[in-house]
């Protein structure tokens, strides 16, 4: 695929309304700075910081998006949120099936296309996160997870419009490792053969100085990042690099 990369910055659970402005007024001052026109910038903070972070960014050409949304409409479920509540602060998309919610909340692939269903009728673009875990790999099975996972976790409403497919090994989130050029470009190319044109992002503790070749390498069209991404300097260095 060409055009474009998709750099979409995830800030788990943090940001607080100090930090969330000074970070925020940075980026979008580097981006305005910015003379490369080869990358799209999405941020994801924590559902508490949405509303502000959708003012400092009005007037950029930065999208936001959530971390996750329940897959009922409005309703009683307390603590969770509804893709319509995504919609009205302004997100365009929202991240489903992390591997950290797969894995501390238990959520199953058959959840996480339910919930993208529901995120699809809103009008939101789905970011539908794969992965295998170090073990899965490492006893080469890594394939037949993450096809299983795709299989499950993409509803028939999804199209390359709507969603966007993030391969995450598990092993490399947040841990400093980053899967090797060769393991990427091969997990690419498979997961390319099951979703046709959609969007596919790497994410694994990406940063300034391993972007370039990840977003350069065949089939990867962005990168998600989580510890990265509350970096101003680390994720314009990343965004740049595309
Ligand atoms: C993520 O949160 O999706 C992620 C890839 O985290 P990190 O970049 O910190 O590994």
Known sequence: MTGAKLIVGNWKMNGLMADSRERTEKLTAAVAKSTSGSFHMVLCPPATMIN???WFLKESAIRWGGQDCHDQPPGAFTGDIAPEMLKDL????VILGHSERRQHHKETSALVASKAKRAH????VTIICVGELDAERSA????????????ESIPDTATSDNTVIA???VWAIGTGKTASGDDIKQMHAFIRGK?????ILYGGSVKGSNAREILHTANVDGVLV????LKVDEFMAIAEAS
């Open 52 to 54: 502000a972070v959708s």
């Open 90 to 93: 302004g997100c365009d998309f």
């Open 121 to 124: 009728a809103t009008g939101l």
């Open 140 to 151: 080469g099975k890594h394939e037949s997870v993450v096809a299983q996972q795709l299989k």
């Open 167 to 169: 391969y995450e090994p």
């Open 195 to 199: 979703v046709g044109k959609m969007q």
């Open 226 to 229: 989580g510890g990265a991404s």
